[in-house]
């Protein structure tokens, strides 16, 4: 008895000091975003487990080949659960739009219905109803610790217009506007006064939240959340956390894009959607393939910590290194660029974030891209594809590879993560000392435990290193995940040649 009370005793020391750390699997998933705890894989159910048969890419279904829908996504999910994912990112899920169409299957953002799901996605061979359908997913995504995020698209399809013109920005001549070069959806009209909350546009998506609400659904990424305004976002949270404190809101929305995204669109910043309560936003991770030394990466989140001080409910960004809409890191850098993205994901103070395909090793290059379509179930005959990104305009095969390299990576970075979770979401972020600005160095540390990485951000060329090491004494305890060759730890100091695009990790225990 007395060994079982000193025990107990032990355990709610280590505590007490954050020594011993259990994931509570009843978080919300606005609290596990907030605390950098969310690993968000985003994925097109229209592909996400599709089955192409004849290898073509493209799914026939008139030979019998089957696209990804609400009850066949069932079946990855405990891939994903093996890969450490607790959040699952749905692309736009409501009906998409087929007259001036982009793509043989319309685009996922082309919105036609706020009211309905999108009939491509449900499994007709089921008794089960549309509703019914989505319902399942959500709870065998819950039923393995998998929280779900639906999209929210920004415009309406122009099949949306014929219906509802009265929704839409017109102009002088009556025609619908359309907004930047976004050819397939036409801009809601959207006053930015008192009578907001009174417009039928509003009304529409309070119908739209509480469908995804009432479906289990766990939170809303909103697509290009800063063509709204700061009121319209603050009313749709409040109305959304009345009936669920703990929804969360996620804005695509960067300190990167800081004009409107079109002539006749508003424009609100990050900081002010963070005080509408969105939870978090992209950040500009997106913009590594520009930074070329660790003040741009260490700027970037310095910048971002200091932001999140000012509000009263924490905040946080998704590690957008990737996403739908930006060109795969396997063309922009190649593979080992990939392996610093999968790192670079694991330890910093951000919630990671991938996209179907990438971590199978996919390229998004389809052999189809921009021919004229054999079949198609919209207004255009061709193909349409964004040369490098998952195609969201087609029904196309199921992303991915034949390369297991970037998942096993991405195991041993996760592992990492789990094994050292305190110092990842809370500990400190610290850029080291280096005599190479080339060199990527930072520490995370919380109660005596740091996790250090170090990459050549070159992907050319070799580069000399000389980082200095902190805390180390005689009793400290060092253990490499990753080394290299040639590098070694000689008085405080890594020092040594890394690889083009290499990168080194280790533990550090006092």
Known sequence: MAVKKLLISITIFLLSIGMVYAEDETKSLRKMFQDNEAVIYSVNLRTFNADDKNGNGIIDFTDGETSGSFLNAVERLDELKDLGINTL???????????????????????????????????????LSSKEQFKYLTDECHKRG???????????????????????????????????????????????????????????????????????VDGIRADVATIKPFIFWKELINFARNKNKDFMFLAEASESWNEPASEKAYFTDYKKLLEAGFDGYYGNYFELKNWNTMEDLSQAIIHQQNIFKKY?????????????????????????????????????????????????????????????????????????????????????????????????????????????????????????????????????????????????????????????????????????????????????KLIGVMKPASIIVLTIEN
């Open 146 to 216: 998998i929280k779900v995020i639906v999209d929210l698209p920004s415009c309406g399809a122009y099949d949306l217009f014929l219906n509802r013109p009265d929704l839409f920005v017109i102009n002088d001549d009556g025609s619908p506007y359309v907004p930047s070069d976004w050819a397939d959806v036409r801009l809601f009209y959207i006053p930015n006064n008192e009578k907001l909350l009174h417009t039928d546009i509003f009304t529409l998506h309070k119908i739209f939240v509480s469908s995804m609400i009432a479906a289990g």
């Open 312 to 492: 009263e409910d924490k905040k946080s960004v998704i590690g957008s290194f990737e996403t739908h809409d930006v060109v795969s890191p396997l063309i922009t850098g190649g593979e080992n660029f990939s392996k610093i993205i999968i790192w670079l994901n694991a330890t910093l103070p951000l919630n990671p974030y991938y996209v179907d395909g990438f971590l199978q090793g996919d390229d998004y290059i389809y052999d189809y891209s921009n021919k004229k379509a054999a079949e198609t179930y919209t207004d255009d005959e061709y193909y349409y594809v964004h040369k490098g990104q998952i195609d969201i305009f087609n029904f196309s095969r199921k992303p991915g590879s034949d390369s297991n390299v970037l998942i096993n990576e991405h195991k041993i970075a996760m592992k990492l993560r789990q094994d050292f979770l305190p110092q990842i979401t809370s500990g400190s972020f610290t850029p080291l000392k280096s005599d190479n600005n080339k060199i990527f160095a930072y520490e995370r540390m919380l109660n005596k435990k740091s996790v250090v990485v170090i990459i050549n951000r070159n992907l050319v060329n070799s580069e000399k290193i000389n980082v200095k090491l902190k805390n180390l004494h005689q009793k400290t305890k060092i253990n490499f995940i990753k080394e290299q060759p040639g590098v070694n730890i000689v008085k405080s």
């Open 89 to 127: 990112h749905l692309l736009p899920i409501t009906p998409v739009g087929k007259i001036k169409a982009l793509g043989t299957a319309g685009s996922l953002y082309a919105l036609a219905d706020f009211t309905s799901l999108n009939p491509q996605l449900i499994d007709s061979n089921s008794e």
